[in-house]
């Protein structure tokens, strides 16, 4: 759940989607990968990612995690279509179910305890 770099909206040469920092993007190209991550800045992206914005009912953050899940990664990965460049559509993705708390503030909670723990992996194993 990293961006690794960024690049030029004209070094894109297929259709592009805008996103806000913050939102969730999610890659559906080779789903097997699980790709998301949350930009802390707005900017454009290919359609080769779908983009969640805010909701009134899922936290972007937990919404991130959820996706960041391996059996969603998985799921994805078997929806997907093509061979060489495998891609999952959004219809087929939409159809997986989430469950969430319907408190955002416990969303919230539960974020931030992923994200302690998160933290505290690399001094773990170091170990």
Not at 8 to 33: E, H, M, Q, W
Not at 78 to 104: D, F, K, Q
Request: aromatic share 8%.
């Amino acid at each position: 759940m990293k961006l690794l770099g960024h690049g030029r909206a004209s070094d894109i040469r297929s259709t592009k989607a805008r996103f806000n920092a913050g939102d969730v993007l999610y890659g559906k190209l080779r789903p097997y990968l699980n790709k998301v991550v949350r930009p802390e800045f707005g900017g454009i992206c290919s359609t080769d990612f779908l983009v969640f914005g805010e909701s009134p009912a899922i936290d972007r953050g937990y919404l991130a995690h959820y996706l960041n899940q391996l059996w969603v990664a998985d799921r994805a990965h078997h929806l997907s279509s093509g061979v060489e460049l495998p891609r999952v559509a959004w219809n087929s993705l939409g159809e997986l179910p989430i469950t969430y708390p319907v408190s955002r503030e416990v969303q919230q909670l539960i974020v931030r305890a992923i994200e302690v723990s998160e933290a505290r992996v690399p001094q773990l194993v170091g170990m």
